[in-house]
């Protein structure tokens, strides 16, 4: 069975930041778009970033931009969301997802909740 295995969550101080990997258990993720998501306690889940495999669109929510870098290594099968600059609104858990078939799951205007694959969950947590 497939999955995605994350990594690299863990409490880190405002300004401070961390790198996510998500790391597939038996796709090739070079025909896959990505992305990520969060859920912080009492809130919905939302869009982080994504990448389309189809166009090559990157898409940012806008309270990350210029903080976070969604980006993958081909070669190591590895996909990351370097995140700088963090602040405690940023605390959450951190979902990364890829979708093969659906073209329409990362868009300039966000990203679906329809990728058909998810990680498991990484708790980052910004406090001082």
């Known amino acids: 069975q497939l999955e995605l295995v994350e990594s690299g969550g863990g409490l880190v101080q405002p300004g401070g930041s961390l790198t996510l990997s998500c790391e597939p258990s038996?796709?090739?993720?070079?025909?896959?778009?990505i992305g990520w998501f969060r859920q912080a306690p009492g809130r919905e889940r939302e869009g982080v970033s994504c990448?389309?495999?189809?166009?090559?669109?990157?898409y940012y929510l806008d309270s990350v931009k210029g903080r976070f870098t969604i980006s993958r290594d081909n070669a190591k099968n590895i996909m990351y969301l370097q995140m700088d600059d963090l602040n405690p609104e940023d605390t959450a858990v951190y979902y990364c997802?890829?979708?093969?078939?659906?073209?329409?799951?990362?868009?300039?205007?966000?990203?679906?909740?329809?990728?058909?694959?998810w990680g498991q969950g990484t708790q980052v947590t910004v406090s001082s």
């Open positions: 997802v890829a979708e093969y078939a659906d073209r329409s799951v990362c868009g300039t205007s966000g990203l679906t909740k329809a990728f058909s694959y």
């Open positions: 990448q389309s495999h189809w166009n090559g669109t990157i």
């Open positions: 038996s796709l090739a993720l070079s025909y896959y778009s």
